[in-house]
């Protein structure tokens, strides 16, 4: 259904919950120009719908409209998932006159002086406004995403006001998922229970006022949830993550997974990796599955949850998402994320090239 093209891993943001790998890809290793077009070629010939250009920051590459125009000519739905602090006016006008359908821009918080110390970036929130504003004037489908935690989650209200001042369709309320940069930040970011309980009930009641007139998207963090998210709607069954470099990833964390190798662009076809790569054959379907998930009735609702997760909390790939409350680590995981939400409000690492 989908393809994630983070062409670049550049980005004049640190945030210290990027999805990036912490091993963050040089420019002078990114697939060129042409690259980028022969998988959108590739990526159309194999029925993909939807191209969702990321990064890093996708705005610091200057062959994005380039990108964006051959996307569209070869009948794909295009997205910029972007920060909004590189898009101007004119650079606006090149992507829109390229065909962009869709732009979703992210929001550290709503406070100027929060969203500068969690960014690393100053005055980006006064950036982000202007940007959200020229996209609604273009006519332009938009997202406003914001990543929340415990640092920003009280602000919940005013995050939804931004999204409905700016004119969006839609935000995202997107709690942090903790693997790589998150991971080494938790006790920055974890929120406590009482704040995700408050945060829930707001939700419901603005969705109520709202109408649909904003769609407020909204999942209940893992470490406090029941059930797992069926994370990428199931491992290789509808989403691919290509990665600055051309590495074929069937999610965005993928490469935290050591004993998977990953198949490159350079070297083989995109039908090729999707059909017979054995890191996508790894966790698809339901036969690599534990044997309580494999006799689950929801064994294909939740298709075994998040496998980035499941290492990161048991050190194995192939465990039982500790985010279901069948796991038998379910209890220490709300066990854990409480003792995280009590912890230092510093954070560790700020997501940098070169630092690991
Ligand atoms: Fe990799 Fe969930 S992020 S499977």
Redesign the pocket.
Same mark, same amino acid.
């Given at each position: 259904m989908a393809l994630l093209a983070e062409i670049t891993h550049r980005c004049p943001l640190q945030c210290p919950y990027c999805s990036n790998p912490v091993e963050l890809a040089r420019t002078a290793a990114e697939m060129g120009t042409g690259e980028w077009l022969r998988l959108i070629d590739e990526a159309a010939s194999l029925g993909i719908l939807q191209i969702h250009f990321s990064g890093g920051e996708p705005m610091a590459r200057s062959d994005l409209p380039r990108l964006v125009r051959h996307a569209r000519a070869a009948g794909l739905y295009t997205n910029l998932i972007t920060s909004g602090v590189l898009l101007d006016r004119e650079r606006l006008e090149a992507l829109t006159e390229a065909g962009i359908d869709h732009v979703q821009i992210s929001i550290q918080d709503t406070d100027p002086a929060n969203a500068d110390k969690i960014s690393a970036y100053p005055n980006g929130l006064v950036k982000k406004r202007a940007a959200a504003l020229l996209v609604h004037e273009a006519g332009l489908a938009l997202t406003i995403n914001a990543v929340v935690h415990r640092q920003n989650l009280d602000r919940l209200h005013e995050m939804i006001a931004f999204a409905e001042a700016v004119g969006a369709e839609r935000i995202e309320v997107a709690h942090v998922q903790y693997?790589g940069w998150a991971l080494k930040n938790r006790d920055y970011l974890m929120p406590t229970i009482d704040q995700l309980e408050a945060a829930t009930a707001l939700v419901e009641a603005e969705r109520r006022r709202l109408g649909g007139r904003l769609v407020i998207d909204y999942v209940i963090p893992d470490y406090y949830a029941r059930r797992p998210k069926a #994370?990428?709607g199931g491992?290789g069954r509808r989403f691919i993550n290509v990665s600055p470099t051309g590495n074929v990833l069937p #999610?965005? $964390? $993928?490469e935290t997974i050591p004993n998977l190798t990953f198949a490159n662009l350079r070297e083989r076809s995109l039908a090729e990796i999707w059909e017979n790569d054995p890191a996508f054959a790894a966790f698809r379907g339901t036969d690599w599955m534990p044997a309580a998930c494999r006799a689950c009735d929801r064994r294909e609702i939740d298709w075994g949850g #998040?496998? #980035?997760?499941a290492l990161a909390l048991t050190g194995d790939a192939a465990a039982m998402d500790p985010a279901c409350d069948r796991s038998d680590l379910h209890g220490s995981l709300f066990a854990l994320a409480q003792k995280a939400a009590g912890g230092e409000p510093v954070i560790r690492a700020y997501r940098r090239i070169g630092v690991k």
């Open positions: 693997y #994370c990428m491992w #999610c965005h $964390a $993928a #998040c496998r #980035c997760q």
